[in-house]
């Protein structure tokens, strides 16, 4: 990977809970940052906080593709999500639905589009909620309940990529919709997740990673270590 100023990074999801804070910190920390978006609107946001804003969608393979090789990068981070707001419960049943697709078809175009660029590493987004009953706390090689997660989570495993999954706990903070932690298991602040997704880019080696607040449901502990991170980060105002 290229050092300093050079480094180079695509961030699919870039105006999402998650993608906003990650790319405030890593314009800080001197990355070139490319930001992706389906609203010409929010377009303009990134490129104020000096992100270079990419819209795309992606599901169009071929226009992902080519929007990833313009950027060159040494790694591609994937946020993409497709919930509603404050995971509006009216809204959930079609929005499920939704983001299983953006799971399997979306993360494919995005690995074959990482690939096709050259980009060695990649990040990706998953959830540490959804683990099989068993005894608590979970950790990583614990066996997850829905198969679909598992099979998204392959894709990423099996590429020739180095591919860090961050199993993030439920999200709460600024654009989650939710202030405080919900009254569930494994809560993790959304700065503290992009923090995660950050030191992912550069530290730890390819494999799973539980990234929530040691409530006793999942052990964060292979986070804490391998990638030096802390569930009580914050972003400075």
């Not at 809970?17 to 609203?39: E, K, Y």
């Not at 099989?132 to 090689?141: F, I, N, W």
């Not at 405080?180 to 993790?188: C, G, N, R, S, T």
Request: hydrophobic share 45%.
């Amino acid at each position: 990977m290229r050092s300093g100023s050079d480094r180079r990074v695509f961030v699919a999801g870039a105006a999402g809970a998650i993608g906003w804070p990650l790319c405030r910190l890593l314009v800080a920390d001197g990355w070139t940052v490319f930001g992706t978006t389906r609203s010409t609107e929010r377009a303009v946001r990134l490129r104020g906080i000096g992100v270079e804003p990419v819209v795309v969608d992606v599901y169009d393979a071929d226009a992902l593709r080519e929007a990833v090789a313009a950027a060159r990068p040494d790694a591609v981070v994937h946020q993409l999500t497709d919930l509603p707001p404050g995971l509006d419960p009216q809204r959930m049943a079609e929005a499920r639905v939704r983001n299983a697709r953006i799971r399997d078809v979306g993360t494919r175009h995005l690995i074959a589009a990482a690939q096709a660029a050259g980009a060695r590493r990649m990040v990706v987004q998953s959830i540490a909620f959804v683990y099989a009953p068993g005894p608590q706390p979970h950790h990583e090689d614990d066996p997850l309940e829905p198969e679909a997660l598992a099979a998204f989570e392959r894709q990423v495993l099996d590429a020739p990529l180095e591919g860090l999954i961050l199993r993030y706990g439920r999200l709460y903070g600024p654009g989650t919709g939710f202030d405080a932690p919900q009254d569930a298991p494994a809560p993790v602040h959304v700065e503290a997740a992009a923090d995660a997704a950050r030191r992912a880019l550069t530290q730890g080696a390819p494999g799973v990673y539980n990234v929530a607040e040691d409530d006793g449901a999942v052990d964060s502990g292979k986070a804490r270590t391998a990638l030096g991170w802390d569930p009580a980060f914050r972003l400075a105002d």
